[in-house]
T-cell receptor
Framework: GQQVMQIPQYQHVQEGEDFTTYCNSS?????IQWYKQRPGGHPVFLIQ?????EVKKQKRLTFQFGEAKKNSSLHITATQTTDVGTYFC????????????FGKGTKLTVNP | EAQVTQNPRYLITVTGKKLTVTCSQN?????MSWYRQDPGLGLRQIYY???????DKGDVPEGYKVSRKEKRNFPLILESPSPNQTSLYFC??????????FGPGTRLTVL
């Protein structure tokens, strides 16, 4: 079945450093979504990418969807302590499946 | 306020004692699902529902049941809980293929 791999599993950075998490799917995706889960909280939607090669920005966060629609990345510039949490990617396989498969997430800690 | 509610938020129970975790959404979403979250394993889908009376298995359905008699509610039923079902459970709802809105989570401990 469809698998979504996400790396790294953990990332510890100093405040001000950049951070990137990568997501790879075993199948072509119709779209990819990114979520953030703060410690003790629930996943909260960040963004959805639909088009091949799409790049979207939200302030210090940059999201990319690969040309082949099988990979994606989230890059945070100049991390802040408020960025702490676990970032998940989630993809739906092309072909109309409703099933959203989540990556295992990348847990980000930021040292002030 | 648009939201997904779950109850209870915390539950400690014993092996074999049937329990139900309720989930309700007020956004008229067609799609609802249940996930469990375990350390190092991420979010794994248990069951999902695309509309009233339409449910299907996710990745880890064993030991769980669901029903969707009304659009807003999607309860998760553990007929005979076992310790390996100790986990953090999330309900989520969405329009088809769109953003998933997650509930606050239910932390379940089965002794």
């Amino acid at each position: 079945g469809q698998q979504v791999m996400q790396i790294p599993q953990y990332q510890h950075v100093q405040e001000g450093e950049d951070f990137t998490t990568y997501c790879n799917s075993s199948t072509t995706l119709s779209n990819i979504q990114w979520y953030k889960q703060r410690p003790g909280g629930h996943p909260v939607f960040l963004i959805q990418l639909v088009k091949s090669g799409e790049v979207k920005k939200q302030k210090r966060l940059t999201f990319q969807f690969g040309e082949a629609k099988k990979n994606s990345s989230l890059h945070i510039t100049a991390t802040q302590t408020t960025d702490v949490g676990t970032y998940f990617c989630a993809g739906s396989a092309q072909g109309g499946s409703e099933k959203l498969v989540f990556g295992k997430g990348t847990k980000l800690t930021v040292n002030p | 306020e648009a939201q997904v509610t779950q109850n209870p938020r915390y539950l400690i129970t014993v092996t074999g004692k049937k329990l139900t975790v309720t989930c309700s959404q007020n956004m008229n979403h067609e799609y609802m699902s249940w996930y469990r979250q375990d350390p190092g394993l991420g979010l794994r889908q248990i069951y999902y529902s695309m509309n009233v009376e339409v449910t299907d298995k996710g990745d880890v359905p064993e030991g769980y049941k669901v029903s969707r008699k009304e659009k807003r509610n999607f309860p998760l039923i553990l007929e005979s809980p076992s310790p390996n079902q100790t986990s953090l459970y999330f309900c989520a709802s969405s329009w088809r293929g769109q953003t998933q809105y997650f509930g606050p989570g239910t932390r379940l401990t089965v002794l």
